[in-house]
């Protein structure tokens, strides 16, 4: 992966900048700066996410972002700006993935109906409104287009619309479609100050795509790139689940390249009236994309996260390489904590594909304003 890769800016002046508002571990973060950005500010309460974010963007001098660690709802973007300097409008681009398990789909019924993580969102629109910045863009899980979070969804649509800001509808994007080795569908919302631009072009198109479509550029990525070298050599994060003797025989029954809890002969009691969760304890198909990588994506009773050849679950140096971090980037907090981070992010490399269009119109925006002020480029 190159690190120093940039979008093609022709029009003068500096990097746009960005804010990055539930920013994990650091993977929206270091998309955009791939793509072009600075990282002004960015704000994570996870304390195990915001010390892998510090070490790995802030101590590298990647950037010199102010990180505030802290609770958003504790947070008033009033205190945020006047700490930073941070004037509205000086933020180009508003990032954030809001804690997504109240709209999950593995929540059943009405379960996450009015979750207090689901205020997140909304708290987000609150920062959007005093940074006004020219562009924002939301990831969530596919469940937030619920007919359940209807209504939630409508307000924020609505305090949007209130806020002079034009909004996208909802798109779902899958990250295998943009170069990651992952079959991952996530929603993005993107608005704009309507004050101050037009809609911009987006979202960019398709960098890869199925094998069985026919071919006009680059298929997808498959999990064999995951597993094809080994961790650097000292990687902490090279580790995995530490399994008993029962799951270790039950791994070995499965057949490569597959299988399911019924080949591995794991169908517990809890099982025997089941009918859906098949994939838990399956080996990563290397042939196609490997499978989302949750939270709990180092743990093969969780979903389909077993090494395609060897005897145990993926590590955590294989989860990130599955969200297209770099093997330079280390996660703090153990494995556990690592594989949470992990399954939160969004993936590096799509991150950069859906940032750079927002990059060169931020980058449009303000040599256009400049020319309307000054008369020439500044």
Known sequence: MDHTRRARITIPGRRPVIADLFAGAGGFSLGAYMAGADIGVAVENNRNAAETYRRNLVQSRLTSARLFDEDILDLDPSDLMRQTGIDP????????????????????????????????????????????PAFFLVENVPGLLWPRHKDFVETFYATADAADYGTFQPILLNACDYGVPQN????????????????????????????SLTPTGATWKTAAEIFATPAPRGDINDVHMNHGATLLEAFARTPPNGGSRKDSGRVLPCHAEHRG????????????????MTTACINPS??????????????????ARFQTFPDWYTFEGGLMAGGVQVGNAVPVDMARVLVEPLVQAALELRAAETVARDGTYG
Do not use: M
Request: overall charge positive.
């Open 89 to 132: 409008g000086d933020c180009d681009i508003l990032l954030g993935g809001p804690p997504c398990q109240g709209f999950s789909a593995h929540r059943l019924n009405d379960a996450g109906v009015g979750d207090p993580r689901n205020r997140l969102l909304l708290r987000y629109f609150e920062y959007v409104r005093a940074l006004r």
């Open 184 to 211: 991952r569908r996530r929603v993005f919302i993107l608005g704009y100050d309507r004050r101050r631009t037009d809609a911009p072009t987006w979202p960019p198109a398709p960098t890869h795509q199925a094998p």
């Open 277 to 292: 969760h098949h994939d838990v304890y399956g080996r990563i198909d290397p042939a196609r994309p490997g499978p989302t």
């Open 302 to 319: 969780k979903g389909r996260f077993v090494h395609p050849t060897e005897h145990h679950g993926i590590t955590l140096r294989h989860a």
